[in-house]
């Protein structure tokens, strides 16, 4: 999910003059803190997802040499 994803599905308005999220009111951190965290995970999916095929590629690339 990108930004723009994440901004409507929480219901996020920019302040287009200030280009910054208006955190006027408690609520709207949490949602603002909820982003990061899904951001963060989607992160570390990925990253862990390309050691996982890495390590696939290699396991099949010794695979084929040895065959």
């Known amino acids: 999910m990108n930004e723009r994803e994440l901004n409507t599905l929480?219901?996020?308005v920019?302040?287009?003059?200030k280009n910054a999220y208006l955190l006027d009111?408690?609520?709207?951190v949490r949602?603002?803190?909820r982003?990061?965290?899904?951001l963060e995970i989607s992160k570390s999916q990925r990253e862990s997802f390309?050691?996982?095929?890495?390590?696939g590629l290699v396991a099949f690339k010794m695979l084929v040499s040895n065959n």
């Not at 009111?25 to 709207?28: D, F, L, N, V």
């Not at 390309?50 to 390590?55: D, L, T």
Request: without cysteine.
């Open 10 to 12: 929480f219901n996020i």
């Open 14 to 17: 920019t302040e287009p003059a």
């Open 25 to 28: 009111s408690a609520k709207k």
């Open 31 to 33: 949602e603002i803190q």
């Open 35 to 38: 982003i990061i965290r899904v």
């Open 50 to 55: 390309k050691q996982i095929s890495a390590r």
